[in-house]
């Protein structure tokens, strides 16, 4: 069973960066496809970036490529969302989530998690 807590959410201004965490109470967590997602009110979850086991391979939506970057400690079990130059429109419950790769490629894709964590809470105004 894998358990997925993220945390480093909150509330900033416009052009300001936050860093997320998501850390997985699981052994080996460097075995998994990680991914982050996220949902807006009234809006659909959707992808937002994604992380290959080895950290060599990344995927991010369009919205937020050259903005965000996720990255992977195998050792902590923790993987990273840093976020810059947040919009308004960037407000959102995130949540991480395992991800099974898609012809061996890691991307953020709804249809392929396993497990999600419990989400934490962004607002950019």
């Known amino acids: 069973h894998v358990q997925l807590v993220e945390s480093g959410g909150g509330a900033v201004q416009a052009g300001g960066s936050l860093r997320l965490s998501c850390s997985a109470t699981v052994r080996y967590v460097g075995l998994y496809c990680m991914g982050w997602f996220r949902q807006a009110p009234g809006k659909e979850r959707e992808g937002v970036a994604a992380i290959a086991t080895g950290g060599g391979g990344t995927y991010y939506a369009d919205s937020v490529m050259g903005r965000f970057t996720i990255s992977r400690d195998n050792a902590k079990n923790t993987v990273y969302l840093q976020m810059n130059s947040l919009k308004p429109e960037d407000t959102a419950m995130y949540y991480c989530?395992?991800?099974?790769?898609?012809?061996?490629?890691?991307?953020?894709?709804?249809?392929?998690?396993?497990?999600w964590g419990q989400g934490t809470q962004v607002t950019v105004s």
């Open positions: 989530a395992t991800v099974t790769p898609i012809g061996g490629l890691c991307v953020a894709r709804m249809s392929r998690v396993s497990y």
